[in-house]
């Protein structure tokens, strides 16, 4: 063993995926010795229409679970307490989250203040210790997750909250549930999974198991993410998109927060644009960006990308290009099959200048605010540079 | 209006018919392929005197369960409950249960799939597969049957013969 370089791996997530997975949550719930749950979902209509097959997967067990379907992105620690008064008066012993983004970060936040048995709810803070196991956690992943729903991280009312305990004991992928949201939901899912795959994969920090996760994870969206955003995939498609979201998950609690990551999630603090369109924005400046540092493997793509053939077919010295002009037409055809009116920069997408102007300020108190925020003056001004017509791909 | 409503959980009534149906005529024709079939006697043999093994689905059902009295190979009913066995089958949930005995799944592709859990010792679980493939052979149609079993035996034609009259009659009339 070498005592200079440590290796440390942990990922508490069990993950459950197939086809009919959903009807395995009560054996699963026995497992944690909790038989009376509580649902937490959206309002939105995919949300309703994968709560009904949620329902119809618990039948036969004899079950009575409690469900609160009123998470929106506004849902503060107000709403939290009420919910932790309630599942205290009525003995629910576990919370299933399903759908993904906030109603995730509720049901984690809700997780905190019940197992820490929190006098009030709207007390709770980022610096609120978590040391221990908190209560069952289960995650039902629908299209419109973003990749963190697996993490260890929160992020409720701008507070984030990380501890590895925070991250769900169980993490259910139903093919019924995954190709439930439209193709754009699956695309931008897919593509902010992507993005943080891609960081972690390239990393200077080196770790074999992480690399074994964000590799199949990489993968598994490279392969199947244009079909499943296209409809051709069906299914099968949009279930393995589902498994490299939640693997992304994992391996971004194992990891730092890269620049990627950070572009995306101050957009989406700020304006509420899903990360994973940011992410496809600026992908290839920021790995551009990693080319001319140090130290990061950028060829190390070149392999899930590709295939196992052309990797071995190919020379070394050729695999960073190779790598990065397979991201470019990935990212195209996604953004193709996304349809024509996919915005091609922050402006189009409606970021107005006066919130750029709060994106960049947020980004300049960034440590790496130098090379942020000439990226996001780019993705706001101009078209980026791998979007542009006739860009050799 | 209350922010947090009580669900209950609904009800598979055919689902859970069809599974309890099937589970209780295969656990009568085990009892009647040990009678009637060599290997499969030969199989139960080889198991302790007082050997039983429970085969249905988590949480609450059906189950069969079928075991040795005074050295015959008897179904002992759809109660596990309070019985010592060696054995169980558990498949984890009604669904899963159904897609299995519908033959849309072979046990082979279940197992692969993690939907059953075997409670036991290894060598008894694979004399109770092979037996279970037996009897499934005996009562079912040969295209059916290929669905259910991981390889169709090649027997002779008296055999299949014979013993499937021998099974379904001794499966109907209980002896």
Not at chain 1, 56 to 67: N, Y
Not at chain 1, 353 to 369: F, I, Q, S
Not at chain 2, 122 to 143: K, S
């Amino acid at each position: 063993m070498n005592p200079e370089s440590p290796i440390s791996f942990t990922c508490l997530v069990k993950i459950n995926s197939g086809d009919r997975a959903l009807e395995n949550l009560p054996m699963e719930l026995s497992g944690f010795d909790a038989a009376r749950p509580l649902i937490i979902t959206g309002k939105d209509a995919a949300d309703r229409k994968a709560l009904r097959t949620l329902i119809r997967a618990f039948g036969d067990s004899g079950m009575t679970f409690g469900l609160f379907d009123g998470v929106t992105d506004t849902t503060d620690l107000a709403v939290i307490d009420v919910l932790k008064r309630t599942c205290l008066e009525k003995d629910y012993d576990a919370i299933i989250a399903l759908g993904g983004a906030e109603i995730v970060d509720a049901a984690k936040v809700l997780n905190v203040s019940l197992s820490l048995k929190v006098p009030d709810a709207r007390k709770i803070s980022a610096e609120t210790p978590i040391r221990g196991r908190l209560r069952p956690l289960m995650v039902v992943l629908t299209a419109g997750a973003t990749g963190l729903e697996t993490s260890s991280v929160s992020r409720f009312e701008g507070m984030v909250f990380r501890s590895e305990y925070l991250a769900p004991n169980l993490v259910v992928i139903d093919p019924r549930l995954a190709d439930m949201g439209d193709g754009k939901r699956i695309a931008e899912s897919g593509l902010a999974a992507l993005g943080r795959l891609v960081e972690a994969h390239i990393s200077t920090d080196k770790n074999p198991f992480r690399d074994a996760y964000s590799f199949t994870a990489i993968r598994l969206i490279a392969e199947n993410l244009k079909d499943a955003v296209a409809g051709h995939g069906g299914k099968k498609a949009a279930t393995a998109v589902g498994n490299g979201v939640a693997m992304s998950g994992c391996v971004f609690s194992n990891t730092g927060a890269f620049l990627l990551h950070k572009l995306g999630q101050v957009v989406y603090d700020v304006r509420r644009i899903h990360p994973g369109l940011t992410m496809s924005m600026a992908m290839l400046d920021v790995l551009d960006l990693y080319r001319r540092r140090d130290g990061h493997d950028l060829a190390a793509l070149f392999h899930p990308l590709a295939g196992d053939e052309e990797f071995a077919l190919s020379r070394p010295e050729d695999r960073v290009d190779g790598a990065l002009s397979l991201l470019r037409r990935l990212i195209a055809d996604v953004r193709d099959a996304m349809g024509k009116d996919t915005p091609r920069n922050l402006r189009e997408a409606g970021v107005p200048w006066y919130m750029m102007e709060d994106v960049l300020e947020r980004l300049e108190a960034d440590p790496d605010g130098p090379y942020l925020r000439p990226l996001a003056e780019r993705m706001w001004g101009e078209e980026p540079s791998h979007l542009k017509k006739g860009q050799p791909t | 209006m209350e922010l947090v409503r009580d669900v209950q959980a609904g009800k598979k009534p055919f689902k859970r018919a069809y599974v309890g149906i099937f589970l209780w005529f295969t656990g009568k024709a085990v009892q009647a392929a040990a009678r009637s079939d060599e290997q499969v006697k030969r199989e139960f043999d080889a198991l302790p005197d007082d050997f039983a093994f429970s085969m249905g689905c988590l949480p609450n059902g059906p189950w069969m369960v079928v075991g040795k009295e005074e050295g015959a190979v008897k179904y002992l009913g759809g109660n596990p409950e309070g019985r010592h066995q060696h054995l169980r089958l558990k498949i984890k949930n009604l669904e899963a249960a159904f897609l299995i005995l519908t033959f849309q799944e072979s046990t082979a592709m279940a197992t692969v799939r993690n939907r059953i859990i075997t409670d036991g010792e290894l060598p008894h679980a694979l004399a109770v597969m092979r037996v279970l493939d037996i009897v499934e052979v005996y009562l079912l149609p040969r295209r059916i049957a290929k669905l259910a079993v991981k390889r169709y035996p090649r027997w002779p034609l008296k055999r299949k013969l014979f013993g499937r009259f021998a099974v379904y009659t001794r499966t109907l009339l209980g002896f």
